[in-house]
């Protein structure tokens, strides 16, 4: 056993989906992407009560875990070298089926507090990710424009509208034609927890944009949808279908590999678009609103602002001309 005392999945009753906390938890998760990292968490977690690493985190006896284990489940985690953020995430997730178990009354309100009292590794880290050059940017449009395909025109307005709205990749994969406004040159989009909130378009997204739905159409369905490679739209419920969070990704990824560009993520545009808001002097709460942040804490955390000046001022000291004495 990797945790004390925690009996097996194998030797405990047989859990109805239905009464799993397990299921019940990644059910209550608004997206498709939440539900897939808390379900990777959740597996992991039970790799560890388990000692099985292909394990699941289905039909686990989640409700037996007690203070003892889940203080050993994170001191299990720090040992095998996971970064504190990367066990947080686990701790959340082990805090909330633990909840759940205690809602479908399988532990009393007393274990499930003592069980869930497990305060967060304290951490500080540089920011993560990369800012995205405006060259780079420009990079992969060209091989969008350079591609004829209906995939080419898709692309370059799925960037522009990554590049000049900052949003997440699961909310660009989510936009239907009914989300746009092109007079007011807005989107409306749908962000974590079912948070709606409009974003802006720049002029020459908006053309992009334009230039896409020419080839597109006006048919009720997502904004941006798979093409087949015989190069029609991929449609269902007779508009064009949605894509993944995924899917966004690999195109931004191919799409950079054909400009020559280094590798870049869909929350690296975020970070930057954020970054470039934050360095033109817009406001922090103006910030936060147009990327969907809860807290204005988080949104303060992509100001690159204070590394420029700290880098500002050690570029005023000269080191001396080497010189003989």
């Known amino acids: 056993m990797s945790v004390p005392a925690v009996p097996a999945a194998s030797a ?23 539900r897939r990292a808390m379900r990777g968490c959740l597996d992991r977690l039970a790799a560890l009560i388990s000692g099985d690493e292909n394990a699941s985190g289905a039909g686990q006896p989640w409700h037996l875990l007690r203070y003892e284990h889940t203080v050993r489940l994170r001191t299990l ?52 990710g990369q800012h995205v050059p405006a060259e780079v940017v420009g990079a992969a449009l060209a091989a969008c424009e350079a591609d004829d395909s209906p995939a080419g025109l898709r692309d370059a307005a799925l960037l522009a509208v990554l590049y000049s709205t900052g949003c997440r990749r ?25 948070k709606e909130r409009l974003v802006y378009l720049t002029a020459q997204a908006v053309g992009r944009l334009e230039r896409w739905l020419a080839l597109r159409g006006r048919a009720d369905g997502a904004l ?29 990824a191919r799409r950079l ?9 869909p929350h690296d545009f975020r970070r930057t678009f954020i970054g470039e808001l934050l360095d033109a002097g817009v406001d922090l709460a103006t910030a936060q ?17 204070p590394e420029r000046r700290r880098r500002e001022a050690v570029d005023r000291i000269a080191l001396p001309a080497a010189r003989p004495l």
């Open 12 to 34: 405990a009753p047989a859990v109805e989906a239905v009464r799993d906390p397990y299921h019940v938890y990644l059910a209550s998760l608004a997206s498709a992407e939440s």
């Open 77 to 128: 985690m720090t040992e095998r070298g996971w970064s504190p953020a990367y066990v947080n995430k686990h701790l959340v997730a082990l805090r909330r089926v633990l909840r759940e178990a205690w809602r479908l009354g399988r532990m009393t309100a007393e274990e499930y507090q003592r069980a869930s009292d497990l305060p967060a590794l304290e951490h500080t880290r540089l920011p993560a």
């Open 170 to 194: 699961a909310e660009i994969a989510g936009l239907a034609l009914a989300d746009y406004d092109p007079a007011a040159r807005s989107l409306r989009v749908r962000g974590k927890r079912d």
């Open 224 to 252: 941006f949808c798979p093409i087949a490679r015989s190069g029609s739209l991929r449609l269902r419920d007779g508009g064009p279908a949605a894509m993944t969070g995924q899917a966004v990704a690999d195109i931004l």
């Open 257 to 265: 590999a054909q400009a020559g560009a280094a590798p870049r993520t």
């Open 289 to 305: 609103a147009l990327v969907g942040h809860a807290s204005p804490a988080t949104t303060a955390r992509y100001d690159r602002r």
